[in-house]
């Protein structure tokens, strides 16, 4: 048995229009971006080589990646090559090709009912935005109808802690918490054993930022794995990598690394209203093939969403 997080058929039906709204708007650094470059190489001109080339330049710079810009420019040339093509039709186009790429990884993430509780590690680099994540994926499964436990896993960081209770307060989910500088993997041992005392349905268990370069830092993240699954052998049943959008193609290196030390099973696109770099979404799609759980475009709890791969490929290419 497994259940759907997203929200019920009801509730997205009302929201979905308003929710596009927002992404575009989260968008539109990076929307204008490629809409100017396109739009400047497409004047009264016919689809040739050099326009081609140049287009593939527009979308590496959008963050695209080389890989997936010679894709989408070969899938133009196939049908429009030698033709006169609008700005517009070419990216509508394109916006078409890119939810290709994107559709297979756009999955909801799910909780199987069986593994009381489901453990959802949460990892990234400092500033990433982790424990916002979790505070609003709390707030989201509560409403649902879930039981949720919150471990404050980030003892570096004392505004941490102070953060989840805050969220914790919000949603009425329980927030296990040290001093700072207590053992991190100490912390998550004791909170998943309590998360079982409760027969939780689900243990979000935030993490220190670390960068992925920094070797003890990672060790002490493999630790916090290791641990959590000498309590249970398929724990963490979920891994989530939060990456920022703003750090553009470094997020490459993000996902190598967490995904070697920790296992990531899925990624958390956060900051996509403060950078003109949400290109890279698609080429971590079309290199990685991690499913894409959600979205943040803001703040609010409203900002942080299930990923849809039309929603997002139309909003980034500005087509309505």
Do not use: C
């Not at 890989?67 to 030698?82: C, E, M, Q, V």
């Not at 990216?91 to 909801?108: F, G, K, Q, Y």
């Not at 505004?159 to 969220?167: F, G, I, T």
């Not at 992925?212 to 959590?228: G, H, P, S, Y």
């Amino acid at each position: 048995m497994s259940w759907n997080l997203t929200d019920s058929s009801s509730l997205e039906s009302k929201k979905s229009t308003d929710w596009f709204s927002r992404l575009t708007a989260g968008l539109q650094k990076s929307s204008a971006k490629l809409a100017h470059g396109i739009s400047d190489l497409f004047v009264n001109r016919k689809l040739d080589d050099v326009v081609l080339e140049n287009l593939e330049e527009v979308l590496i710079t959008a963050d695209l990646g080389p890989a997936t810009a010679a894709r989408l420019t070969a899938n133009l040339a196939k049908t429009r090559f030698g033709k006169e093509i609008t700005d517009e039709e070419v990216r509508t186009v394109l916006a078409t090709d890119i939810a290709e790429i994107l559709t297979p990884v756009a999955a909801p993430i799910e909780i199987e009912a069986e593994k009381k509780p489901f453990v959802i590690l949460v990892v990234g680099v400092n500033g990433a935005g982790k424990t916002t994540t979790i505070g609003k994926m709390a707030k989201q499964f509560r409403d649902q109808g879930r039981s949720v436990t919150m471990a404050a896993g980030d003892t570096f960081r004392a505004a941490a802690a102070e953060q989840l209770k805050v969220w914790g307060e919000r949603s009425g989910t329980p927030v296990i918490a040290r001093k700072p500088g207590s053992d991190a993997a100490g912390l998550v041992y004791d909170a998943l054993h309590e998360a079982k005392a409760r027969s939780d349905d689900i243990l979000l268990v935030d993490t220190a930022g670390r960068l992925q370069n920094k070797d003890a830092l990672m060790n002490e993240l493999a630790k916090v794995v290791r641990v959590i699954g000498k309590i249970d052998d398929t724990a963490p049943h979920a891994v989530l990598l939060v990456l920022d959008a703003t750090v553009g193609q470094n997020a490459h290196s993000q996902v190598e690394n967490f995904q070697n030390v920790s296992g990531v099973t899925g990624l958390v696109i956060t900051k996509l209203d403060g950078t003109a770099k949400g290109g890279v979404v698609v080429a971590l799609a079309e290199r990685f093939s991690l499913p894409i759980h959600y979205l943040g475009v803001g703040e609010g709890l409203e900002d942080l969403r299930s990923f849809t791969a039309v929603d997002f490929a139309n909003s980034l290419l500005g087509v309505s």
